[in-house]
Nanobody, 126 residues
Framework: DVDLVQSGGGLVQAGGSLRLSCEAS????????MAWFRQAPGKEREGVAA???????VYADSVKGRFTISKDNAANTLYLQMNSLQPEDTAMYFC????????????????????WGQGTQVTVSS
């Protein structure tokens, strides 16, 4: 079974940094597309960043230049380094994984991913 276990997150002041981790098991990690999503209270879940099988990345405009997604295939772990955090980044963050067709790049749509982590809260104070 696919299992995604998240760690990291917490409370930070505006301008600070946090790193999220997502340890994966139960599937061939290097062959899957991986992504981070977030959901603020009363809002829909939105894509933050995704990393493709070859390591290429895509980011939401709101986090470009501040967040970095990466993965360690040897450790079966996905990361999200978040710098220059702002109060509007406050949300529950989720990692996600799925096996995409070979010609389809990793994307930021919720509907593209069937496997989800448990979520971790990130709160940024002003």
């Amino acid at each position: 079974d696919v299992d995604l276990v998240q760690s990291g997150g917490g409370l930070v002041q505006a301008g600070g940094s946090l790193r999220l981790s997502c340890e994966a098991s139960g599937f061939p990690f290097s062959r899957y597309c991986m992504a981070w999503f977030r959901q603020a209270p009363g809002k829909e879940r939105e894509g933050v960043a995704a990393v493709d099988r070859d390591g290429s990345t895509v980011y939401a405009d709101s986090v470009k230049g501040r967040f970095t997604i990466s993965k360690d295939n040897a450790a079966n772990t996905l990361y999200l380094q978040m710098n220059s955090l702002q109060p509007e980044d406050t949300a529950m963050y989720f990692c996600a994984a799925d096996l995409f067709p070979p010609t389809v790049p990793a994307g930021l749509s919720v509907r593209e991913y069937a496997n989800w982590g448990q979520g971790t809260q990130v709160t940024v104070s002003s």
